[in-house]
């Protein structure tokens, strides 16, 4: 993950309908230097209006900021817990518009992120003004996609992405990440995601994710999403990454029989896993928790509201029974009809405090390192 630094944020909503992806060429900037000042402005005004807790976030945030700022002037190493590499993103950001009208910087995503070095350092906010884009945006900041191909992922599911993350400490606010092919029951083949997220330390707020079959591919890396919305029918949150969802509401649209989520933990000793706090399960069909797609799958829901589609067993092996063993699918504070225990698999666990503890804080994704405002 060496230089890998594609930082951006990606703001107000837009539509990104299915298309193809399309490799990011390299190029320099051509910032408005003038108005980026004013442009921030703005900005954060926005921000504090459509982000919840904002001022706490951002009290939090300045002085961190404040004190890499004097070290940097002291050449002393900060005492500050952030990643080094994020101190000095943030502390060169720029902001790049996106409006289809022609008033911003660029007219389309696909252009605005043509004029963000691959090997980029520095945060780079893009604020995309409303409007359906069809471009196709594939945000890469190294060459980890890749890599991950060799993952032994269906290269198709891997390909199929709407968006793809690459790059490290991307923010998405008020983003709608669609992929819009239909999933028909009992065919096969048509894993469609809206947003794959490979990169490490990313942040999605206030953002919606709609698909069908693997909306949302979660594929590696420290990750945290609050109060989103996720919808799809099969396996719609799936992969190996260590997230945590805050305040999110899952939709299953599924006709028949459907799991929320397939995450997939292959030994022990990886610290991957889900974990839903404070969260929503609606939707239609009946569907699992989770399925095992590794034999050590981890998903914790804690503080969840289930609705009746959720199966009393809850949980499924795939068909492995040696699975059952070794996968950790917790339950901790959950309420409404499908968070009732009296049916579920016997591997099933209901969470101690002291179990549930790990990972209903955002330490569990280490988030003192990388999750700042908002
Ligand atoms: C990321 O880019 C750097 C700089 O070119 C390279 O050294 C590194 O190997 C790349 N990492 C991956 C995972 O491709
Ligand atoms: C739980 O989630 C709901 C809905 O998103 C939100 O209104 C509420 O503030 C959350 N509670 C906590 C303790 O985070
Ligand atoms: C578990 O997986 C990690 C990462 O792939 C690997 O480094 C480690 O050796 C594995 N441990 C066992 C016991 O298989
Ligand atoms: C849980 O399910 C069992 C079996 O269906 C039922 O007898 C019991 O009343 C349910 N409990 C609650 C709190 O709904």
Known sequence: MASAALILSLLIAVQLPYLRSLSLQSSSYSPLENQEKDNIGQLEEWISLNVKHYNRKRAASLKWMQESVRNRKQQVPSSSSLDPRLRNAELNKILISVNQEGIGNFKTIKEALASIPVYNKRRVILDIKPGVYSDPPRITGNDTAAAAGTDGRPLKTFQSATVSVDADYFVAINVIFENTAAHVVGSVGEQAVALRISGNKAAFYDCSFYGSQDTLYDHKGLHYFNNCFVQGSVDFIFGYGRSLYENCHLNSVAKKVA??????????????????????????????????????????????????????????????????????????????????????????????????????????IDGNSWLIHP
């Open 259 to 364: 799991s929320l989520t397939a995450q997939k933990r292959t030994n022990s000793s990886i610290l991957s896993g889900f974990s839903f706090k404070n969260s929503t399960i609606t939707g239609t069909g009946s569907v699992y928790l989770g399925r095992a797609w590794g034999d050590y799958s981890r998903v914790i829901f804690s503080y969840t509201y289930m609705d009746e589609i959720v199966l009393p067993l809850g949980w499924s092996d795939w068909g492995k029974t040696s699975r059952d063993s070794r996968v950790y699918y917790g339950e901790y504070r959950c309420s409404g009809p499908g968070a009732n225990m009296t049916g579920r698999v016997p591997w099933a666990r209901i969470l101690t405090d002291e179990e549930a503890m790990p990972f209903i804080g955002t330490y569990y």
